[in-house]
């Protein structure tokens, strides 16, 4: 098949479609980010140019260098020329339509994208669309990797935790134990357990809520500096252990933890 076959598009309605290569402003995963958190239809609507001049937009998100996402077929309704904080721009007003909609988010294509514009006419570009994955579940920006694999940064733990990852979710809450994070800056690290309802999964939820889990040295940290740099820590998993596991045998296991942290000369190990 063709992948104008997926996208449910006529010649003539081709002819009447512009393609938008979705990235976003110096951050090419911004539009990725925003599909996940199903934010992507409002954060595509506002565009700093007059770009959607057709009756249809066919929406690719990049995923990877020549990888792209479909992300849905949308009707143009129409927009606004609008003054603000964010200087002069165009909301537009779309429709989602029912085209291609069973491989939103199931459907990738290979397409080496030569030009830096990110609106283009869609006969132009459409035969050159090659299909190279159907997904049998919607894209997931990071599949859970294995607990012994997990190191994870603050900005990519946020984004499972709001598009509640299923991968994630379901292994993260199955399982109690004991983590690590690190600031990647300095070096300092704390140890952490994680056990009750939702195990590690409601852990990770505070500390993305609060940047700091109520942690005394973390809440020290993020009132000296932004929230940016909670992006510079790095969570991971050092142990282990089964639901039925008593508390108190994982709290011994932090607290060893915590005395081998104490013999080097860093480390956040205060609750």
Known sequence: MKASDFFELSETEI?????????????????????????????Q???????FSRKYILSLIYINPNEWLFGGVYEVLGYEQKEDGKGSHYKYSTRLTNKGKDWIGRLIIRYQKKFRISYAFCEKYISDFEIIE???N????????????????????????????????SALSNVQGIYLITDNQNGKLYVGSAYGEDNFWQRC??????????????????AENNEEY????????????????????????????KKILASREYGYNSN
């Open 15 to 43: 002819k009447n479609t512009k393609v938008h290569f979705a990235t976003g402003d110096g951050n090419n995963e911004e539009a990725l980010t925003e599909f996940l958190k199903a934010g992507f239809k409002d954060w």
């Open 45 to 51: 609507e506002w565009q700093g140019l007059k770009n």
């Open 134 to 136: 159907l997904r049998r």
């Open 138 to 169: 919607r894209y997931e920006t990071i599949d859970f990797p294995g607990y012994e694999n997990v190191s994870i940064d603050f900005d990519d733990l946020r984004l499972i935790i709001e598009t509640g990852n299923i991968s994630w979710k």
């Open 205 to 222: 939820r505070e500390y993305i809520k609060t940047g700091h889990g109520y942690n005394k040295e973390l809440i020290k940290l993020k």
């Open 230 to 257: 909670f992006n510079n820590l790095t969570f991971s998993i050092l142990e282990i252990f089964k639901n039925t596991t008593d508390a108190d045998e994982i709290l011994k296991r932090e607290s060893y933890w």
